[in-house]
């Protein structure tokens, strides 16, 4: 399963709407209830689907979606 | 600075819009509505005068009048605040929610309001249906995002708008006529209604012009959401009835978009919280040299303490001072302040502001001497006082005695007349300047089928002045997994809000308790600093 689609997953369940769809360029400014308290669930389910570690400068640095999966990806590929 | 309260009206919908247009400021910018994308939107108070009548039209044609409650519970939107406004032209009470709640916190603020209407947007209208069958009372569900009625009973608020008369005439309106409803986190029950009338703009005005100093011509900026107080007060309230131009910006936290806004739009007076700053003293410094702010002239603090770190670093950064206020949902309005032209001593609360008087009192009702730690109280008879907690009038009286207001903060008073915050006379936390009830967290964390018992406390948070920390013990058949944590976690924020949310669940045992039954908090609190919880002698063992 392609990252995205994975994220997607997450994202519908952290934010519990069963109908989002997110894009690379999604910020928290699309979607209402990211705020900075939301992103810690969203960093905790993140590193628990994809059996991966964040640390904090590398989560401050990312502008959308497309940037989170783009360091998942290089993260896999480091496993 | 001329204030508008004219011929003894005194509705707050009348004062801010229409007021403003019969003062000759019909043109004047209102509300300078920035995007996530900073683009900008204006609304003179014409304008907002137009789009406020047509909103109380409609809710006239729906039904509602005097004493009918109706809430907003949006995101940074200008509906927002032509709803908020136009309900109050109606005389209906207009009550506000915060938009990341998730359905029992709705619950327990439509429900217990017995709220008739509400606004909000499609993708939060799933949140109110969840519990929309324990709300009888509510009727309407308007929507913000829809061209057309979605249902009977859930409509388009712009087909209402364009289906509405632009003319309204506002009922002379008393000063004791309800007005303003807020809900507030006490340690035990659910949340509380606080409900202010429309003499509240007295005080609202009084103090946007003597404390944050508000100039006729000036660029104004409050960053609070209008789901709590500071939000309506200086949101939306007091700036207004002064004629001040208001920046409201629809994105969340961005040093960038927020210092661009503060230099760009020229803004003269910016009234923010502790948390937000913090989070800003962790940009460096090159970032800051970047922003001029020419016009900038005053910034002002509110929602908790203010560290001396804080004042520290603003004075260097931006070579200003930064002044804390204080107030409360119950005090619709500044009470304590630091204000330029009185000494700043770091950390502290400052003094009382014109009209008020406040005190340290023991808890018989008397003032104790400087210095000494007690209650800090208000003297009751302020014109933005609540009047109830709405059905809970034995609670309201509870908050009186011998004619002071207990505000349930422990303080004290300096020998120069400054006070300083102690902290809370009960459980309460405040995260970011909400304030948070332990005892709904653990209730809620209750529902959840691993869960047997839960404690939840504040702890100190460099950021967030505190953060929720949750101690749950699960039942026996069942043991920690990374699953269940995200599971709790999400629980809490779909139920109640993210700002409830815990920073850190702890897994136990069990909880600690008195003989009596009731949670140990104080132990908790200590068992995850790691220090000494004091008399345990009560402790169940």
Not at chain 1, 17 to 31: C, N, P, S, V, Y
Not at chain 1, 33 to 46: E, G, Q, T
Not at chain 2, 222 to 231: H, L, N, P, S
Not at chain 2, 461 to 477: M, N, P, S, T
């Amino acid at each position: 399963m392609e990252i995205m689609e994975i994220l997607n997953g997450i994202f519908r369940e952290v934010f519990d709407d069963g109908g989002l769809i997110i894009k690379r360029e999604t910020t928290a400014d699309d979607i209402d209830d990211w705020d900075s308290l939301s992103h810690l669930n969203l960093v905790i389910a993140v590193e628990m689907k994809f059996g991966v570690k964040f640390a904090l400068g590398e989560l401050q640095s990312l502008k959308n979606v497309g940037d989170m999966a783009d360091l998942i990806d290089r993260k896999l590929k480091k496993k | 600075m001329s204030s508008v309260t004219t011929d003894g009206q005194h509705n707050i919908g009348y004062l801010c819009t229409r007021g403003q247009c019969e003062a000759g400021r019909s043109d004047r910018v209102a509300l300078r509505f920035i995007t996530p994308s900073l683009e900008r939107h204006d609304y003179t108070f014409a304008d907002l005068d137009g789009l406020t009548n047509r909103f109380a039209n409609a809710l006239a044609t729906l039904g509602f009048g005097k004493g009918d409650m109706f809430f907003t519970f949006l995101p940074k939107a200008v509906p927002q605040f032509v709803a908020f406004l136009g309900a109050l032209k109606l005389e209906v009470v207009a009550g506000t929610l915060f938009s990341n709640f998730g359905e029992e916190a709705i619950l327990d603020r439509l429900g217990d309001a017995s709220a008739k209407g509400v606004i909000t947007k499609k993708s939060f209208v799933k949140k109110i249906a969840a519990v929309r069958d324990r709300m009888p009372a509510l009727r309407w569900i308007i929507v913000i995002d829809s061209d057309r009625h979605l249902a009977d009973d859930i409509l388009s608020y712009d087909r209402l708008m364009a289906e509405s008369s632009h003319e309204f005439t506002v009922p002379r309106t008393s000063p004791d006529t309800p007005a303003i409803l807020h809900y507030t986190s006490g340690s035990t029950g659910k949340p509380k209604g606080v409900l202010h009338v429309h003499r509240a703009v007295l005080s609202h005005t009084a103090t946007a012009a003597g404390v944050l100093g508000l100039r006729q011509n000036d660029v104004y900026w409050c960053t609070a959401d209008q789901g709590w107080v500071t939000g309506t007060s200086y949101g939306i309230v007091g700036p207004w009835n002064l004629g001040v131009t208001q920046i409201q910006f629809a994105g969340s936290y961005n040093p960038e978009s927020w210092f661009r806004i503060l230099d760009e739009e020229r803004v003269n007076v910016w009234y923010t919280a502790p948390t937000a700053l913090r989070m800003l003293m962790r940009e460096e410094p090159d970032f800051y040299s970047r922003f001029s702010l020419p016009s900038l002239r005053t910034i002002f603090s509110v929602g908790e303490p203010l560290n001396p770190e804080v004042i520290a670093w603003i004075r260097r950064t931006f070579s200003r001072d930064i002044f804390d206020t204080w107030f409360q949902t119950e005090t619709g309005a500044i009470m304590i302040a630091n204000r330029p032209g009185q000494e700043i001593r770091p950390g502290a609360m400052g003094k009382p502001v014109d009209g008020i008087e406040a005190a340290i009192v023991s808890d018989e009702g008397d003032p104790v001497a400087d210095t000494v730690t007690g209650n800090l109280c208000v003297r009751a008879g302020w014109p933005s006082m609540f009047v109830t907690y709405l059905n809970n009038p034995e609670v309201y009286a509870g908050k009186f005695k011998n004619g002071w207001y207990y505000s349930g903060d422990k303080a004290y008073r300096d020998p120069d007349g400054y006070f300083w915050f102690v902290g809370r006379s009960d459980d309460v936390i405040n995260t970011a300047g909400h304030l948070i009830s332990p005892f709904e967290i653990e209730s809620t964390l209750l529902e959840i089928e691993e869960v047997a018992e839960a404690g939840v406390v504040g702890v100190p948070d460099e950021i967030l002045f505190e953060k929720v920390v949750a101690f749950v013990a699960l039942h026996r058949k069942y043991g920690y997994s990374q699953e269940l944590e995200l599971k709790i976690r999400l629980y809490v924020t779909h139920k109640l809000s993210s700002v409830a949310t815990p920073h850190d669940v702890v897994f136990v045992e069990d909880i600690p308790k008195n003989k009596s039954g009731k949670i140990m908090r104080r132990v908790l609190k200590a068992r995850y600093l790691g220090t000494d919880a004091g008399d345990i002698s009560t402790l169940e063992v």
